[in-house]
């Protein structure tokens, strides 16, 4: 069975202070690996899609890496507004390109 | 680009009655839609996946008479909860997908509230 964990459940940083988001699963046929930020209240936002181990991307202060076991969600030098929840979620290959989301990462900047 | 949009935002309803809710993709076509449920605190869980002119997928645990979903064109999708409970109150999220096994773009939700 497909299996999404997130790590911390929650962080809290200060503003400027860089961390890091796991992800880890287990799935079969990894099709693609999805960051999703969102808002209380509000669906989620697209952020990344990764494909395949070695891959990365990076959006502002955000960068995606992924492995064969996890992927990482670098944020450098936070802002309050980064605050937020985070989600992973794995595509499988034999998912019909639905999504399999972990429970997320709830991420709070202060100033 | 990659909007989709949901309506009603929030609806509160009586127990017993039915709900409709629309999913659209605005400046895409969707080869498939998905319907996802977030309880507070959750992550989501996918209930169904519809493509254009075919019958739902449900997900295990789901009962598609409960939960009727309608994918008449390639960018509307609509789910309608029949008899709600006050258990069905939940957030409920769609989300689109243009083709091949890129990016799922998922619109703002819909907040469930069955008294």
């Known amino acids: 069975e497909d299996q999404v964990t997130q790590s911390p459940e929650a962080l809290r940083l200060q503003e400027g202070e860089s961390s890091s988001l796991n992800c880890s699963y287990t799935v079969s046929g990894l099709r693609g690996l999805f960051w999703y930020r969102q808002d209380p209240g509000k669906g989620p936002e697209f952020l990344f899609t990764?494909?395949?181990a070695g891959e990365e991307k990076e959006k502002e202060r955000l960068k995606a890496t992924l492995t064969k076991k996890e992927s990482f969600l670098h944020i450098t030098a936070p802002k309050p507004e980064d605050s937020a929840t985070y989600l992973c979620?794995?595509?499988?290959?034999?998912?019909?390109?639905?999504?399999?989301f972990g429970k997320g990462t709830s991420l709070l900047v202060t100033p | 680009g990659a909007v989709v949009s949901q309506h009603p935002s929030r609806v509160i309803c009586k127990s017993g009655t039915s709900v409709k809710i629309e999913c659209r993709s605005l400046?895409?076509?969707?080869?498939?839609m998905f319907w996802y449920r977030q309880f507070p605190k959750q992550s989501l869980m996918l209930m169904a996946t519809?493509?254009?002119?075919?019958?739902?997928?449900?997900e295990q645990g789901v009962e598609k008479d409960k939960f009727l979903i309608n994918h008449a064109s390639l960018t509307l999708s609509t789910l309608t909860v029949t008899s709600a409970h006050p258990e069905d109150s939940s957030f409920y999220i769609c989300s689109a997908r243009q083709g091949g096994p890129g990016e799922q773009y998922f619109g703002p939700g819909t907040r469930l509230t069955v008294t």
């Open positions: 400046d895409f076509q969707a080869t498939t």
């Open positions: 979620a794995v595509q499988a290959g034999n998912s019909g390109y639905a999504l399999n």
């Open positions: 519809s493509n254009e002119g075919s019958k739902a997928t449900y």
């Open positions: 990764l494909y395949s």
